[in-house]
């Protein structure tokens, strides 16, 4: 063979091994693109995931603390009317006589007096109750500076039973019950 042929031999096959190694080569990269684009198409939906699954928190949240809001601004309103319905029962107490005066008569039977004591109170109609209900108990009266009751002194000692005072202190008892009756669903 001449020399010619043998190179020419050569030539052809160094060229099929290249074209070979280029053909594995192409492969090779298609494979690695492939495994790139599903990798970078993982990592999309995984980002997507992740940014769906943050949003959704973020407007729980945001609806969570909404909804706290919303619960504060009930409670507020409700709130504001036990106020108005306790303060109606101290105006209505104030401003009708005859419920003053059972009040009043009430208020004075549940002190048990020992002697001596000095009831100090607002206005002649309470003067007038409280001296008709102590009849028979030895107890000094005194009109002075009290709103809408009176006030028991026994030395040091005094015990106040103003309407303002005593509706507080029923409200404290009675708020439950107002609200249940309020609000009962």
């Given at each position: 063979?001449?020399?010619?042929?043998?190179?020419?031999?050569?030539?052809?096959?160094?060229?099929?091994?290249?074209?070979?190694?280029?053909?594995?080569?192409?492969?090779?990269?298609?494979?690695?693109?492939?495994?790139?684009?599903?990798?970078?198409?993982?990592?999309?939906?995984?980002?997507?995931?992740?940014?769906?699954d943050l949003k959704e928190r973020e407007i729980e949240k945001l609806l969570g603390m909404?909804?706290?809001?919303?619960?504060?601004?009930?409670?507020?309103?409700?709130?504001?009317?036990?106020?108005?319905?306790?303060?109606?029962?101290?105006?209505?107490?104030?401003?009708?006589?005859?419920?003053?005066?059972?009040?009043?008569?009430?208020?004075?039977?549940?002190?048990?007096?020992?002697?001596?004591?000095?009831?100090?109170?607002?206005?002649?109609?309470?003067?007038?109750?409280?001296?008709?209900?102590?009849?028979?108990?030895?107890?000094?009266?005194?009109?002075?500076?009290?709103?809408?009751?009176?006030?028991v002194r026994s030395g040091n000692i005094e015990m106040n039973f103003t309407v303002d005072l005593?509706?507080?202190?029923?409200?404290?008892?009675?708020?439950?019950?107002?609200?249940?009756?309020?609000?009962?669903?």
């Open positions: 063979m001449s020399t010619e042929k043998i190179t020419n031999k050569i030539i052809q096959k160094a060229q099929a091994e290249a074209e070979e190694i280029i053909e594995q080569a192409k492969k090779q990269a298609e494979e690695i693109i492939k495994q790139a684009q599903a990798e970078a198409e993982k990592l999309k939906k995984n980002a997507l995931g992740e940014a769906r909404r909804n706290i809001e919303f619960r504060k601004e009930i409670l507020a309103e409700k709130r504001k009317l036990i106020d108005s319905v306790f303060d109606k029962a101290v105006k209505k107490i104030k401003n009708e006589p005859e419920v003053y005066r059972k009040l009043m008569e009430k208020m004075i039977r549940s002190i048990t007096f020992r002697g001596g004591e000095t009831i100090i109170y607002s206005d002649d109609l309470t003067g007038k109750i409280l001296k008709k209900n102590a009849k028979g108990k030895s107890l000094k009266f005194e009109k002075g500076d009290v709103e809408h009751g009176f006030i005593i509706m507080r202190e029923a409200s404290r008892e009675l708020e439950a019950e107002v609200a249940r009756i309020l609000f009962e669903q």
